[in-house]
């Protein structure tokens, strides 16, 4: 698909109340495309409907958990009774996680994989189908992280989560193809969103002081959405299956792909740092 001018097209992106969702329904209302967004925030996604509306844009705004296999039904119907299918559907409202594998209760994995596994599913299960039968072809992203193909104590969950999704992606990219529908799974490294004060902190690393030390982390890595937004449409632009955004992230690509012993070094070094800091605390 041709993403520079995006004029007359429809972008559905969940999430959209913040950081990369906001970034990319901002970034596709730029290019002048027509927008659908939803957020569990309402207060936020009402400042970035209005955002778009001062761009010129249509733009249709729901609050509505992803989660939710009713509220996304209900929210499908809604914006099929408005127009007819989107052109580009962005799978990116996620929440994350830290903490090891058992300082995770099940309540944190039903709300995590409700959230980043099964809100993806609830959005390709009721948008897909639309954009197959108009017949137009499109493209559908999916949000998952550099933690859909590199695994590492503290993320468990959020591992688990990105792992499904790059792998639904997959799936889907070949069942799509047919239909001329591309699919892209989006792979972000560290950015620096308020999903570092979002996220749930479990077990050692589960304290204000670890906190800080990771927003400060985040904050001076300074890879911004706006900057992921721009590569999300260059990825779909070049029709990539994985994207990988941010140099960790393709670092960590590589290293899984062809040296997966130096990864797992890699990562006994970080856990080694981690623990140091976190006994010095
Ligand atoms: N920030 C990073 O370092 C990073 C790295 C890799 C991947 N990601 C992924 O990028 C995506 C966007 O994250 P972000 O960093 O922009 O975080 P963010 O917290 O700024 O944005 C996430 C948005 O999703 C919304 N959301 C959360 N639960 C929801 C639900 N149940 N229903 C509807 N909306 C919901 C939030 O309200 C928020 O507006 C996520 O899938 C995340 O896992 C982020």
């Not at 695994?151 to 468990?156: I, P």
């Not at 300074?222 to 590569?231: C, D, I, L, S």
């Not at 992230?249 to 800091?277: E, G, T």
Request: with cysteine; proline share 2%.
């Amino acid at each position: 698909m041709d993403v520079r001018d995006l004029t007359g097209k429809q972008v559905l992106v969940t999430g959209a109340a913040s950081g990369i969702g906001k970034e990319t329904a901002l970034a596709c209302a730029r290019r002048g495309a027509n927008l659908v967004i939803c957020d569990l925030d309402a207060v936020g996604l009402s400042d970035v409907e209005k955002t778009i509306h001062e761009l010129g844009r249509d733009v249709i705004a729901s609050r509505v958990d992803v989660s939710d296999a009713e509220q996304m039904r209900a929210f499908a119907e809604a914006v099929h009774g408005q127009i007819e299918a989107p052109d580009i559907l962005v799978n990116n409202a996620g929440v994350a996680i830290g903490g090891r594998f058992q300082d995770t209760s099940i309540e944190d994995w039903n709300w995590i994989v409700g959230i980043n596994l099964m809100g993806v599913v609830h959005g390709c299960h009721h948008f897909i189908p639309k954009m197959v039968e108009r017949g137009r072809g499109g493209h559908v992203v999916i949000v998952a992280s550099a933690a859909g193909y590199s695994a590492s104590s503290n993320l468990a969950a959020y591992n688990a989560t990105k792992f499904a999704v790059l792998g639904l992606g997959e799936a889907l990219q070949d069942e799509l193809r047919g239909d001329g529908i591309g699919v892209t799974v989006i792979c972000p490294g560290i950015i620096d969103t308020p999903i570092t004060r979002s996220a749930r902190l479990r077990g050692e690393i589960g304290t204000d002081k670890a906190r800080e030390r990771m927003v400060a982390a985040y904050r001076k890595r300074n890879y911004t959405p706006a900057r992921v937004a721009g590569n999300i449409l260059k990825a779909i632009g070049r029709n990539r299956v994985v994207a990988p955004i941010s140099a960790e992230a393709w670092l960590m690509y590589y290293l899984k792909r062809f040296a997966p012993w130096l990864m797992r070094r890699l990562n006994v070094l970080l856990s080694n740092i981690q623990k140091r800091q976190l006994n010095n605390d």
